[in-house]
């Protein structure tokens, strides 16, 4: 990202509860990280199912808050807003919940909050791509059985036609 040149005195001026509502209205979530790795502030861009997990992570470790296999994802985020911007790459970050027994992808990017000590990770929730993409293998699973059983009845026509010695009606239903 390149940063604005002639206007950045401007942009120091913009009051907390501002940079919160840009936030907010540019990223589904943002999470202001100690340099312990806790939690210490959330702050949503609307009203969506992270909101009812994350409200909780308050006051928990990041790490704590996500599945195990994100774990190295969660250390690699927090090492690189310590680093160049050019280190600093967006990540896959699962969140676990209890209520749907589902994990919720979020994607993270994390970046050193100004001349603070604090993190701040802004994240887009993915859960509609993933659904979606649920959706998309459950049919194709469908289109996939019903091709396996439009075979089995052409093969078993098949069968039945090529040892049958008279002609005879066939009916079957395929579903």
Not at 33 to 39: A, H, L, M, R
Request: aromatic share 6%; charged share 30%; with cysteine.
């Amino acid at each position: 990202m390149i940063p604005f040149k002639s206007h950045q005195s401007a942009l120091k001026e913009i009051s907390h509860e501002s940079m919160a509502e840009l936030l907010g209205a540019s990223h589904d979530i943002s999470l202001l990280i100690n340099t312990e790795g806790v939690i210490i502030d959330v702050a949503f861009g609307a009203d969506q199912p992270l909101r009812r997990v994350a409200d909780q992570w308050v006051g928990k470790r990041w790490c704590d808050t996500v599945s195990d296999d994100s774990l190295p994802k969660i250390e690699r985020l927090l090492d690189a807003a310590d680093s160049a911007q050019s280190d600093r790459r967006w990540r896959q970050v699962n969140h676990p919940t209890e209520e749907t027994r589902r994990d919720i992808p979020v994607l993270y990017l994390a970046i050193r909050a100004g001349d603070s000590d604090l993190i701040l990770a802004i994240g887009k929730d993915l859960s509609p791509i993933s659904d979606m993409q649920q959706q998309l293998l459950d049919m194709q699973h469908a289109i996939e059985n019903d091709y396996r059983r439009l075979q089995q009845a052409e093969a078993r026509y098949r069968v039945l036609f090529q040892h049958a010695r008279e002609a005879e009606l066939l009916h079957e239903k395929i579903s």
